[in-house]
C-alpha cells in the first residue's frame, strides 16, 4: 500500500512513519517546510502526482492555549487544510483517515464518550477540529474515517510525560491537576493502530485511546515512581494535586474525557491496551523501563 502522511514530523505521524517503513508500506511524507496543508493546490499537486492508496493526515494545529489567540490559524489547518486533503483525496480515489481529538467533546458528563455521543467544544482547538471532522466527512462520506484520540505521548515532540520528567529532575515540588480525568495514550500503539485501520478501510469515526481512565495527577504520580528508580533529583521531588481552577491557562478543558474504544475493538478484534502498559512502553524507550 501507498500511503501519503501529512504531519510526518510530529509526534504521531513520526511514529506512523517508522512503524510503516518497518511493515514495508511505500510512504510519502512532505514535512510543513515542503508543504503547507492549509495550500490547496501544493495538496492537490503532491496527490495527483503520488496517486497514494491512503492518505493519513496527522498534520494539525495542536498549540491548545495559543489557539484562543490563534483562530485564523487554528482553523486554516484544523478545518480548512482538513478540508483541502480530503478533496485531494476526492479528486484521485483514495481514502483517508483523518486524526482527531477528544477535546470534540465538553467532558461534562461521567461514563466513557461514544462515537455518536453530542459534540461540544469548549476551545478554539476543540472547535476547530470539530470543524475539520465534518469537513472531511462531508467530502469523502465513507472513503473517510475519522480517529479521535487523547492525551497522546510518545518519544517524539512535548508531551506531559516529557514536561513531568524534566519538572521532577529540576523540582522540589510540582503541581498537577487532581480534577480532569482522560485516558493517556501511547502514540506507538496509536500508530499501530492506524495503519491496521488503514488496511481494514474502515469508515466512519472511531475512538482510539488506551483503555482506563485517570487524573492528570495520578499519571503524573506514575511517571514519578518510574523515573525515581532512576534520578537521585526525583526522589525528592513532591507531588501535590492541585484543582484545575488553581491552574489557569487561556483554554477551557474538558474534566472528563476518557473515549469509550468498543467499536475500535470491535474493528480490529483486540482490546487497547491499558495507559499503564502505554506508559511502560514509552518509560523503556526513554531508557526508564523494561517493557
Ligand atoms: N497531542 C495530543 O495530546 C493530542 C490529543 C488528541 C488528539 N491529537 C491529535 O493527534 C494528531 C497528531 O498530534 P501530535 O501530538 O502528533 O501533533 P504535533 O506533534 O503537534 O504534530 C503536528 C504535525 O503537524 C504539522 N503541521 C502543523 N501545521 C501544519 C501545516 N499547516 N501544514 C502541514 N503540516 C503541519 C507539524 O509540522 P512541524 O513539525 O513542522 O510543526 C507536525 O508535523 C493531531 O490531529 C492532533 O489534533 C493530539
Known sequence: MKILLFGASGQLGHEINSRALDLEFEMICPVQSELDISEEAQVLFLAERSKPDLIINAAAYTAVDQAESERDLAFAVNRDGAAAVARAAKRIGSRMIHISTDYV?????????????????????????????????????????????SSLHGRHGVNFVHTMIKLFKERESVSVVRDQVMSPCWAGWLAEVVLDLGRIAASGVVHASCAGAVSWYDFAQAILESVQGKDAQARRCRLEPIGADQFARPARRPRYSVLDCSRLAQLLGRKPISWQEGLRAHLAELGYEQR
Open 105 to 149: 467533546f465538553s467532558g461534562e458528563g461521567n461514563s466513557p464518550l461514544r462515537e455518536d455521543s453530542p459534540t461540544a467544544p469548549l476551545n478554539v482547538y476543540g472547535l476547530s477540529k470539530l470543524e475539520g471532522e465534518q469537513a472531511v466527512l462531508s467530502i469523502l462520506g465513507q472513503n473517510a474515517l475519522i480517529v479521535r484520540t
